[in-house]
């Protein structure tokens, strides 16, 4: 199983003085974060795409590239590449680039993003959302696929005997998941494709994601990419730790009570009651985690959000302390006790191609 963290990369002042990071100190400790990730034995780093206000990662692959160059193990992943809004011949070829850089390590999340007015910026209608993302994946996954592609569709201009340079590594192209919040249209193109599907799961109760993934593995096990447990699920969290539960509690507050999205709302206690956000000790987030199990199932990879809301970096680098000291280790032992014989692992690169290559093999052996 897989552990990381992700961030949305979101300029916010700092409550409890006031301050925000200038957008190159929020950029720096992005890197200082994924590099941190890696020090501490966590598997992924993943970053979303914006392209406004407060937000400052409007070019995931720039920033993962850098990512790349100082890591070594680390895998890197995005929390949101835009498939509606982004021209699929520019995906496929700048995370082919990336892929190349990375030495394999890399895969991307496919989403919608969460902000209405991206759409018309790069000349699109939010009204057809679903339509350009399964229109939009189709071609993308021609162009990774197939060395020569011609294309006709409703959303961008035909193409005519096009090849995206430079070519998957290794011919293989990165493993997508598809990332959803609330839209069952999204679980069904993930279970279509077999690819993996991943639940956001911070901002509904459990009874929702539960509903959501139990989508996704009934049709990923009717499209006959294999049985319901085989499906590739991911979730997301939200976490807050200190030694001290009620020291956690006392110190988030503040950054709670002012943080985008569900800032000045519900009480924290009430959030948490309702929400999979964990505030609290290690020890009460590897409970909360481990029971993600019960309504999900065996899944392969659990990002957290450790830097959101005007966190300072030293607190979120404190996080990832404990995360890597205190939290996985536990998690990965507990995780993998439980986890039945025949349900995959997370894919990586190297394991898509020794699938690939054991495919040819038979391929051979049977002519």
Do not use: C
């Not at 394999?104 to 991206?118: A, F, K």
């Not at 009204?127 to 006709?152: F, K, P, Q, S």
């Not at 494709?193 to 990923?220: C, Q, S």
Request: hydrophobic share 40%.
């Amino acid at each position: 199983m897989q552990f990381g963290i992700f961030t949305v990369g979101d300029v916010t002042p700092d409550p409890t003085v006031g301050l925000a990071p200038s957008e190159f100190d929020r950029i720096q400790a992005m890197v200082t974060l994924a590099r941190k990730a890696e020090e501490v034995g966590l598997d992924v780093f993943a970053t979303g795409e914006h392209h406004n206000p407060p937000f400052v990662p409007s070019s995931p692959t720039t920033l993962l590239g850098y990512i790349a160059a100082q890591t070594s193990r680390l895998l890197l992943s995005t929390s949101t590449t835009l498939i509606t809004t982004n021209d699929p011949v520019k995906i496929a070829e700048d995370y082919a680039m990336l892929q190349h850089l990375a030495g394999g390590r890399v895969d991307l999340m496919l989403g919608r993003g969460n902000t209405g007015p991206v759409y018309p910026w790069f000349g699109q209608d939010i009204r057809n959302g679903i339509a350009l993302t399964v229109e939009n994946y189709a071609l993308l996954r021609r162009l990774w696929r197939e060395d020569v592609v011609d294309w006709d569709g409703k959303f961008r201009t035909p193409l005519q005997g096009f090849t995206s340079t430079p070519r998957p590594l290794d011919g293989v192209p990165p493993f997508v998941w598809h990332g959803s919040i609330r839209s069952p249209e999204i679980a069904e193109l993930a279970a279509y494709y077999g690819d993996g599907f991943f639940a956001n799961h911070i901002f509904w109760p459990k009874e929702h994601t539960e509903r959501m993934v139990g989508l996704y593995r009934r049709r990923f096990e009717h499209y006959g990419h294999g049985r319901a447990d085989q499906a590739i699920v991911g979730l997301g969290g939200q976490v807050f730790m200190r030694k001290n539960s009620q020291d956690a509690i006392a110190e988030y507050r503040p950054y709670f009570d002012n943080a985008p999205v569900y800032g000045h709302g519900p009480s924290l206690e009430d959030f948490m009651a309702q929400t999979p956000l964990t505030v609290g000790s290690p020890q009460q987030v590897i409970d909360r985690t481990l029971g993600f199990r019960e309504y999900v199932g065996d899944y392969q990879r659990q990002m957290f959000l450790v830097d959101h809301a005007g966190l300072p970096l030293k607190t979120a680098l404190e996080q990832l302390d404990l995360l890597g000291e205190e939290v996985v280790p536990v998690l990965r032992k507990e995780f993998a006790a439980l986890r039945p014989a025949g349900v995959p692992e997370a894919p990586t690169h190297q394991s898509l191609k020794a699938a690939r290559d054991a495919e040819a093999g038979k391929e051979m052996v049977s002519k």
